[in-house]
């Protein structure tokens, strides 16, 4: 924090915001909003989804314009028409929508546009590669400046976009959830960065669903629910429960953990020496009727893989993948519908919803897959179905024909979970199913879980976050370099042992 933070007396904040309004058709985004960010402090901006967070973020970075209010920088009014000026202005934003090029080489992405340096015969490629190396060094991101960024893991290509942003003359950085693609080495290396960033008297507003890194990293927190500022303060005078109390507007009630499944001696699902070239090798696991099972790992270990493998979109190499004690050969997703299989993707806007579609349609999107139709289905069972859903789920919608784009990350989750519910399944995969989704939606889509699993659904999960595996599951698989490491049943499972397996230690 810088000295005058300390000091507890900064005169004029580097970007302010007072009675900011913003109104989307008849819904009333923000409501006379305040913020204020000072030179070298990390500012936490927390809510739960639909607060209003994504909207003040749009309007200090200038992606929207607010419907009253005012946006100041070191005490001057300034009137910012759009992102380029904004950037002009020292204000550089990550968001969760990648806006890397991926056909471009993570240097040339690094340093996009006229940032490139020159000399007399037009770009200096060495200088380039050079000042996009050090940027990614300031990360401890070992990506090749000359690779293709399309080539690069998720957690790879967010450390690319957040050095494109170092690499401005910035002075306001804004972080949209930065760590919800990263490994936990990389979160701590963004740490550093950032933590660096402050001492330069860098300000940053930092968005995070996971309270330990706001806690972790912020020296001030502002909290907003429904459009409204609700508080605003120094991180250490608040408590994690103080915290969710504030964004909920109530005390989240206490998640009673499942008790201990007994393994069922007949599996649903069975995986036996599956083999994925370049991806994962020998991986064995069972799952039983009504009993979920944990797959961990870190980044790059594999266990996104074993699932998308399972459902088709990677072609095996060797082993054998067993349903209902019977060998399957699954070689698309239609194969893996038809075999009773459901999966929920890591990144629900891209390979999940169909955004500017409806929820109705996203909804029945799966469970009409394969029937041959001539018009969008619109039936009365199917809009009893999703009228179902919305309610059994706690779905935030104005209408089941409002676009899923409208909708919060966790709402959009929920109409991706109940999409693949929807089918039927016998075995649900789900890859990092809580991902970007605030406390309130995380607590709502666990008891979904546990309820799909009480009625007999065998659910499958990846998961980077290790509490998230403890609560849920009866058995977690650890995956090390694309091999299981071992698995751990609930009642011997901790975070260290999942990490220790993660990193290569055996049982």
Not at 286 to 311: D, M, Q, R, Y
Not at 415 to 440: A, Q, Y
Request: hydrophobic share 45%; glycine share 10%; aromatic share 4%.
């Amino acid at each position: 924090m810088s000295d005058t933070l300390r000091a507890g007396g900064p005169a004029l904040p580097v970007l302010e915001a007072a009675g900011v309004m913003k109104a989307y058709g008849g819904v009333q985004a923000l409501k006379g909003v305040d913020f204020a960010l000072f030179g070298g402090e990390v500012h936490a901006l927390c809510g739960e989804n639909g607060s209003g967070k994504s909207t003040m973020l749009k309007i200090l970075s200038a992606q929207i314009a607010p419907d009253a209010g005012t946006i100041s920088m070191n005490g001057a009014a300034v009137s910012m028409r759009n992102p380029v000026e904004s950037l002009a202005a020292g204000i550089s934003m990550v968001t969760q929508e990648r806006t890397l090029v991926s056909e471009l080489s993570v240097g040339e992405n690094v340093l996009l546009g006229p940032r490139k340096p020159r000399n007399r015969w037009g770009i200096d490629w060495r200088a380039t590669r050079q000042r996009a190396r050090e940027a990614l060094d300031a990360l401890d991101c070992d990506a090749d400046v000359d690779d293709l960024v399309q080539d690069l893991p998720p957690g790879q290509a967010q450390l690319v976009e957040i050095a494109r942003a170092l690499t401005n003359d910035t002075k306001v950085l804004i972080l949209d959830e930065p760590t919800s693609s990263l490994s936990a080495h990389e979160v701590d290396s963004l740490f550093r960065a950032m933590r660096a960033l402050r001492e330069r008297g860098v300000a940053t507003v930092f968005i995070s669903h996971r309270t330990q890194e706001v806690f972790e990293i912020s020296d001030r927190l502002t909290v907003l629910r429904d459009g409204r500022l609700v508080s605003t303060g120094v991180a250490a005078d608040y408590s994690p429960t103080r915290l969710v109390s504030d964004m909920l507007g109530r005390e989240l009630s206490a998640f009673v953990p499942p008790p201990e499944y007994q393994t069922s001696a007949d599996a649903v699902l069975s995986l036996d020496a599956l083999s994925v070239r370049g991806k994962f090798s020998d991986v064995s696991l069972s799952v039983g009727k009504g009993e979920i099972v944990g797959i961990a790992g870190l980044v790059g270990a594999g266990h996104s893989e074993v699932l998308e493998t399972i459902f088709g979109l990677h072609q095996r190499e060797a082993g054998r993948i067993i349903i209902g004690g019977k060998a399957v050969s699954i070689k698309d997703a239609p194969a893996a519908i038809r075999a009773g299989i459901g999966f929920v993707p890591g990144d629900r806007k891209v390979g999940g919803l169909v955004l500017d579609m409806s929820v109705l349609e996203n909804a029945l999107m799966a469970r009409t897959s394969t029937a041959t139709r001539w018009a969008r289905p619109r039936s009365a069972s199917s809009v009893a179905f999703v009228e179902q859903c919305v309610a059994d789920f706690s779905i935030v919608t104005e209408s089941l024909d409002t676009p899923v784009v409208r909708l919060s990350g966790g709402n959009q989750q929920k109409v991706l979970i109940s999409k693949w519910i929807g089918t039927n399944p016998s075995i649900l995969l789900l890859d990092e199913p809580t991902r970007g989704v605030d406390v309130g939606a995380k607590a709502e889509i666990y008891r979904i879980l546990l309820a799909q699993r009480d009625a007999g659904l065998s659910i499958v999960i990846s998961s980077s976050e290790a509490p998230e595996l403890l609560t849920l599951c009866d058995r977690i698989v650890v995956m090390h370099a694309g091999r299981v490491a071992g698995t751990l049943h609930k009642h011997e499972a901790d975070e260290g042992a999942i990490f220790r397996l993660a990193m290569g230690h055996v049982q």
